[in-house]
């Protein structure tokens, strides 16, 4: 197959691997997150094996966030720290802010508060270096219930607010639904806060706002579609209803959850099942709070889903007490008691699992920023080489600057008299002496050989040529005897200027020429304009 038709294929199959993803992340916007959740694996399948590499981050982002919206929390950090290191690679900081934003969410899950905190505080960092507004959002509302879940739900609200703001400016109903949903789940935390400090009335007044925020989050999401955030939305809805104890609305609420079209996951499934379990309770129906909570339980232990089992069991204990089973309260009291350990077991083999991918990630950019840093300098000299002169030197295209060409005078014989190893130290001392005193912003770069290049950025010719001229007399009247005896290292330069109107091609043209007409003159001068100025004379 030829290159041609090759290429040609792969942008075929990159089209299609963009409607596909597309599709997926339509799927997961909607909160049809079981059937986006294999698509999106196929679809992975498929870009590693044919598609480009490139796509690879965009699809481990879409896989995260439907593992997260999944409860599948472990897996989908996985997906979104891998996302992450190709989004950094690239660079993409949009793309990274998402999947830091995302990994945010996730720590929250997993019980990792402070690490989500300094995730999310990056991520809103980055976003806000982009002109995304939805993005912006995203990030906002990551950083927000971090705060919150880190007992500051106060700084929380007018990040909400802003990250509201934000979704509505970009027309993303969907992101301002998900918003709305945080908002409520932040004002219910405002109103824990509260209550912990027995100010009941400030408790209602925010349970309130949680539950008239929750509504505002359900018409949203039902205008654009989002199953997801109607569920969660119906789901935090009956637990407020349930703190202002009206377990009739609560039943409501969870009733038009169940009726919902499409599978919610298991963890959705499980999170419905023990509200709906706490409704029965408090209206009385404790055969029917059992039976929701031993469904939910076995689901929660089927599924190695040790957060739920926590929280269903604490849902059994308080079935059992109320019914007066205290015997059986206190078995589940113990199993509660246990399985809290081993979830404080889970959480510190998390931050350890966590620090270890970081350290990694850590270790990977220090080599990546050595490697490039590497690439742009001379091995010998240590000073910028040839790629990054090249590089600097198309920047200063249009732009007013002098550039300098120096090669050394009769460098071969220093190799052939001495060897090249004296050669070597020869152009390390030269690159020393070239080095000190630079102008700011100039840059000093090592061509090949023995030849040097002087890139001075906004500088008038007569300045570069007194630079110059002082860097022939260092040349000529430093001890080159402590390398070996018997050298002496004189130097001849070119030098041209651009007003900005003149080609890179056409200075460096010139440039060259000019230094050839300084060894034509005898060596050991600079020549700036039409004659040689010899280093005897050359600051006079």
């Known amino acids: 197959m030829s290159h041609t038709i090759c290429a040609r294929f792969r942008v075929t199959n990159n089209t299609a691997f963009n409607r596909e993803l597309a599709a997926c992340r339509n799927m997961v916007r909607r909160g049809e997150c079981m059937p986006a959740l294999g698509a999106l694996k196929r679809l992975f399948v498929d870009i590693r094996d044919g598609g480009d590499p490139a796509m690879l981050a965009p699809c481990l982002g879409e896989l995260a966030w439907c593992c997260m919206r999944l409860g599948l929390a472990a897996e989908g950090l996985d997906c979104a720290l891998a996302g992450q290191k190709l989004y950094s690679r690239a660079p993409d900081p949009a793309g990274e802010a998402r999947c830091l934003s995302i990994t945010a969410f996730l720590l929250l899950d997993l019980g990792l508060s402070d690490e989500a905190f300094e995730t999310a505080e990056a991520a809103v960092e980055l976003a806000e270096s982009s002109t995304d507004s939805a993005l912006q959002a995203f990030a906002l509302n990551a950083n927000a219930c971090a705060l919150a879940i880190c007992r500051h739900p106060d700084l929380a609200q007018p990040l909400l607010e802003r990250a509201i703001d934000l979704a509505r400016a970009a027309g993303d109903e969907v992101e301002e639904a998900f918003c709305l949903v945080s908002k409520g789940f932040c004002q219910a935390k405002m109103a824990d806060f509260h209550e912990s400090l027995g100010e009941a009335g400030l408790a209602a007044q925010w349970n309130d706002l949680a539950a008239e925020t929750t509504v505002s989050a359900l018409e949203k999401a039902e205008a654009c579609g989002d199953l997801w955030c109607q569920r969660a939305a119906l789901a935090n809805g009956a637990e407020f209803a349930l703190r202002l104890g009206d377990a009739e609305l609560a039943s409501a609420c969870l009733a038009r959850h169940a009726d919902l079209p499409g599978d919610p996951g298991v963890s959705l ?33 089927q599924n190695k889903l040790i957060d739920h089992q926590l929280n269903v069991l604490f849902q059994l204990c308080a079935v059992e007490e109320a019914a007066g089973n205290h015997r059986e309260a206190l078995a589940l009291h113990r199993r509660f008691h246990d399985c809290y350990v081993a979830q404080s077991g889970e959480v510190a083999q998390r931050r350890a699992k966590l620090a270890a991918i970081r350290w990694e990630a850590d270790q990977w950019r220090a080599r990546a920023s050595e490697l490039a840093d590497q690439a742009l300098l001379d091995p010998l000299t240590g000073i910028a080489n040839r790629r990054a002169f090249d590089s600097a030197f198309r920047d200063l295209d249009g732009q007013d600057f002098t550039l300098a060409i120096l090669d050394l005078d009769h460098f071969k014989a220093v190799n052939d008299w001495n060897s090249h190893a004296v050669g070597d130290a020869v152009l390390k001392r030269v690159a020393a002496i070239l080095g000190r005193g630079l102008p700011p912003g100039a840059l000093l770069a090592r061509l090949g050989g023995e030849e040097f290049a002087l890139l001075f950025p906004a500088t008038e010719l007569d300045h570069a040529v007194r630079h110059c001229a002082d860097l022939l007399h260092r040349l000529r009247d430093e001890d080159w005897s402590l390398i070996a005896p018997r050298i002496e290292i004189t130097a001849s330069i070119g ?17 060259d020429e000019r230094l050839y007409a300084a060894k034509a003159a005898g060596r050991n001068r600079l020549v700036a304009a039409d004659h040689a100025i010899g280093a005897e004379n050359a600051l006079g």
Do not use: W
């Open 269 to 301: 499934t499980i999170h419905y099942l023990y509200t709906l379990a706490a409704a029965h309770r408090a209206a009385g129906r404790l055969a029917e709070a059992r039976r929701a909570c031993h469904k939910a339980l076995a689901m929660a232990e």
């Open 495 to 511: 030098l041209a200027h651009s007003e900005g109107t003149e080609l890179s091609a056409e200075v460096m043209a010139l440039a």
